[in-house]
């Protein structure tokens, strides 16, 4: 079976970094893309940033310039350094990577258990 695992939250005060890695392994044919959303109390999960296999990396407008995301693909894993952390980011941060199991298969989300990020002011 599929694993995804994040780890890297934690508990930063305002203007500080932290880097949240996610791993995926199993048997996977590929991962076609990768991302990072976020769901803070009383909120909808949001996208933060995605990156495809072969495509542009994608950011939300809250993050854009602070927040940068990057794989490894020899690790099937993918980064979101965070920079200039702020308290309204305060959320668990999903992993979420876009699997086929195949050359031919459909395409399958799979997301990791998250990682609570909390910024103090």
């Known amino acids: 079976q599929v694993q995804v695992v994040e780890s890297g939250g934690g508990l930063v005060h305002g203007g500080g970094s932290l880097r949240l890695s996610c791993a995926v392994s199993?048997?996977?044919?590929?991962?076609?893309?990768m991302g990072w959303y976020r769901q803070a109390p009383e909120k909808q999960r949001e996208l933060v940033a995605t990156?495809?296999?072969?495509?542009?990396?994608n950011y939300s407008d809250s993050v854009k310039g602070r927040f940068t995301i990057s794989t490894d693909n020899a690790k099937n894993t993918v980064y979101l350094q965070m920079n200039s952390l702020k308290p309204e980011d305060t959320a668990v941060y999903y992993c979420?990577?876009?699997?086929?199991?195949?050359?031919?298969?459909?395409?399958?989300?799979?997301w990791g258990q998250g990682t609570q990020v909390t910024v103090s002011s």
């Open positions: 979420n990577a876009k699997i086929s199991f195949t050359d031919w298969g459909h395409e399958y989300d799979r």
């Open positions: 199993g048997s996977i044919f590929s991962i076609n893309a």
């Open positions: 990156i495809p296999s072969g495509g542009s990396t």
